[in-house]
């Protein structure tokens, strides 16, 4: 089995700023997707990428940067934090092709004051 | 505009009873439908999933029940367990869509002892 490494689990931040996550995972998927989960909103797709360098924007992209500098690692930046940015952001990876079981972290809680 | 739709938003039932949880979608192209279970402060795994080639999938005392002319699906959880109280994601999927799974909000089951 693997694991999806989500830092850190909470992070604090002020309205404005710019805001890092990181996720790692080691079992060796292609494929790995940052979700954003809301209170009552199921999740949202804000990028995803299914190999090393490459980068597809989601449903949700606006305000967020990607980086998938290698295989094991994706990171998501929120470009200016914003009063409204109060969500789980979580972070998930496949093997590639259809119909593959999608794994997920635990999540990343962004709170900003 | 909700592409995957669940139903009820929350549901409590009794130790020992089949608790029945909803969702229906929109796009006939979705072909892949994934039910996730999420405990608090955990992330999404994967409960159990179907093709819109079958009509039923069975896992245990987990059932998935499929109506691709209606549109609708269900999940079925027999003899229903306190430990099965969590938040429930219906998902789906188009054909050759690599990794974008579009989630319903949730239901949010409560089984009591």
């Known amino acids: 089995g693997g694991i999806i490494t989500q830092t850190p689990k909470f992070l604090i931040g002020q309205e404005g700023q710019k805001l890092t996550l990181k996720c790692q995972q080691n079992?060796?998927?292609?494929?790995m997707y940052w979700y954003r989960q809301d209170s009552g909103k199921g999740l949202r797709l804000i990028y995803y990428?299914?190999?090393?360098?490459?980068?597809q924007k989601g449903d949700l992209s606006e305000g967020y940067d990607a980086s998938r500098e290698k295989k094991s690692s994706f990171s998501l930046t929120v470009t200016s934090a914003q009063k409204n940015e109060m969500a789980v952001f979580l972070c998930?990876?496949?093997?590639?092709?259809?119909?593959?079981?999608?794994?997920f972290g635990k999540g990343t809680r962004l709170t900003v004051v | 505009q909700q592409q995957v739709r669940q139903s009820p938003q929350s549901l409590t039932v009794w130790e020992g009873e089949t608790a029945i949880l909803n969702c229906s979608y929109e796009n006939s192209a979705f072909d892949y439908f994934p039910w996730y279970q999420q405990f608090p402060g955990e992330g999404p795994a994967l409960l159990i999933s179907i093709l819109s080639v079958s009509d039923k999938k069975e896992d245990g005392r987990f059932t998935i029940f499929f109506n691709k002319r209606e549109k609708k699906l269900s999940l079925h959880i027999a003899d229903s367990q306190p430990g099965d109280s969590a938040t429930y994601f219906c998902?789906?999927?188009?054909?050759?869509?690599?990794?974008?799974?579009?989630f319903g909000l949730g239901t949010t089951l409560q089984v009591q002892p």
């Open positions: 998902a789906a999927r188009r054909a050759g869509n690599t990794g974008k799974l579009i």
């Open positions: 079992f060796n998927h292609d494929t």
């Open positions: 990428s299914i190999t090393e360098n490459d980068l």
């Open positions: 998930a990876s496949s093997i590639a092709g259809a119909n593959t079981e999608v794994f």
